[in-house]
Nanobody, 115 residues
């Protein structure tokens, strides 16, 4: 069974940095496009960044210039380096990966930006 597990969330002060990781297990082949999404209470889940298996990246406007998405050589782990964090970045961050024809989601990791 395919599973995605996020790690790296936590509490950080405004202007600080965090690096999120998401590792896939239960896969026999490389995962396709992977991405990071975030959600706050009462709002819909929104795209933060995606990266294809070929390395093509796409970012939400709110993430451009501050966040960097990457993936490892085995292509089954994705990272999100977040710099210059703002209080409005506070959310639960979810990892998503496409394997075969299905999308899989992680359980989420809380990121809180506060002084």
């Amino acid at each position: 069974q395919v599973q995605l597990e996020e790690s790296g969330g936590g509490l950080v002060q405004p202007g600080g940095s965090l690096r999120l990781s998401c590792a896939a297990s239960g896969v026999r082949f490389s995962i396709g496009t992977m991405g990071w999404y975030r959600q706050t209470p009462g709002k819909e889940r929104e795209l933060v960044a995606t990266i294809s298996d070929g390395g093509y990246t796409d970012y939400a406007d709110s993430a451009k210039g501050r966040f960097t998405i990457s993936r490892n050589g085995a292509k089954n782990t994705v990272y999100l380096q977040m710099n210059s964090l703002k209080p409005e970045d506070t959310a639960v961050y979810y990892c998503k990966g496409r394997y075969r024809i299905y999308d899989y989601w992680g359980q989420g990791t809380q990121v809180t930006v506060s002084s």
